[in-house]
């Protein structure tokens, strides 16, 4: 995201991250590890035993308070937050407390470590705790137009890598999980990804396993191989699921992925704004259920992404939330037959007033390569 958006993007958010705060009564914000922080400020907290927290009150001046040695790495956004540097010798909770006073209602980082929040609910015992997704979550979800754009990009780039996949253009007879997967995040990180977060690989038996962790056994001739894989690319995240048989697939797996093909297809077309986030996975659910393949189906739809892999909004059943403009999302229903074998397609989606539109366009067919 260009720097000059990126500060007027940033304000934005915290007008209306302000604004959500008054309308839920919640005092203070205090943010730490997690996505909510460099949302809203550009600084990604290190995952160190010491403290760093943003203080945002709903009224008055935020603070991040942040450990000395930390402090270079900081871009100084003057405008929205001051720096508070702590020492060593120093105790960051209790600096958090003095800063937040005596405001009742205070919301903490989802992921903030458990010895932070128990130690600030010591110094503050009279406060009434909040997680901090409760004020930011809805938020977040909705992308802006850049953001959408920067998801286009780390889509396409992902793309790019699936392309080499389904093409036959990546061997997978012979080479273990590991070293295919090791294969996908180096292509990942070729075409543009700072980071990767994850490349799963499930050959055979193991494609029955939806989030299989690629290990030392060897892809076979004969068999699916379900590869899921995604990183990082300027903040925002990439998500791609397709399978690919390895040679030609028996007429009960086609049947099957057919089965697969046309629920993805359908639930991405049901993806429409206003419609509630349970009825798209709803209507994968019913497709592949009414082709007996219902037992064989074992997780939500889909989930929301962004600057987190897995945010909301979220596509299981109970989830009444109305798709809106900016929503973006994964589609990646999934069928597998345990010991045997199994198979998922998986793109994302952005809600628009025009449509659902799909990020990632690779073929959505059955990839069979040679064995």
């Not at 396993?209 to 191989?225: Q, W």
Request: overall charge negative.
């Amino acid at each position: 995201m260009p720097v000059a958006h990126a500060d007027l993007a940033r304000g934005d958010r915290w007008d209306r991250v302000r604004r959500r705060m008054s309308d839920l009564r919640v005092d203070a914000l205090l943010l730490s590890l997690g996505a909510d922080l460099p949302w809203l400020s550009g600084y990604q907290a290190m995952p160190l035993e010491r403290l760093t927290m943003l203080v945002l009150p709903a009224e008055g001046e935020a603070t991040l308070v942040v450990p000395r040695l930390e402090e270079p790495r900081v871009r100084p956004l003057p405008d929205l937050f001051a720096i508070r540097a702590w020492e060593e010798s120093e105790d960051p909770t209790e600096i958090v407390a003095g800063l937040v006073g005596s405001r009742p209602s205070l919301a903490v980082s989802d992921r903030t470590w458990a010895t932070f929040i128990l130690a600030l609910q010591a110094r503050l015992p009279d406060a009434r705790w909040h997680m901090a997704s409760t004020v930011t979550a809805p938020l977040r979800a909705v992308k802006d137009r850049e953001e959408v754009a920067i998801l286009r990009r780390a889509g396409a780039a992902a793309d790019r890598v699936a392309e080499a996949l389904v093409g036959g253009h990546i061997p997978l007879v012979g080479r273990t999980e590991a070293d295919v997967a090791r294969d996908l995040a180096d292509r990942l990180v070729a075409e543009g990804h700072q980071q990767v977060n994850f490349a799963i690989v499930g050959s055979g038996p193991n494609s029955a396993s939806p989030h299989h962790d690629p290990g030392g056994r060897r892809i076979r001739a004969s068999e699916a191989v379900v590869c899921d894989f995604g990183g990082t690319l300027d903040g925002y995240c990439s998500d791609i699921t397709r399978t690919v048989f390895t040679g030609e697939p028996p007429t009960r797996f086609r049947h099957l992925y057919g089965v697969l093909e046309a629920a993805q297809a359908a639930a991405v077309d049901a993806a429409v704004v206003g419609t509630p986030c349970e009825d798209v996975d709803g209507v994968a659910r019913r497709a592949i259920t009414e082709a007996g393949y219902g037992a064989h189906l074992v997780h939500r739809t889909g989930h929301g992404i962004g600057m987190e892999e897995h945010e909301d909004p979220y596509l299981v059943g109970g989830n009444c939330e109305a798709l809106a403009p900016g929503h973006a999302f994964s589609v990646e229903p999934g069928i597998y037959v345990s010991r045997r074998w199994g198979a998922r397609i998986e793109d994302i989606v952005v809600a628009t007033d025009a449509g659902p539109e799909r990020l990632n366009s690779v073929d959505h067919g059955l990839a069979v390569v040679e064995a």
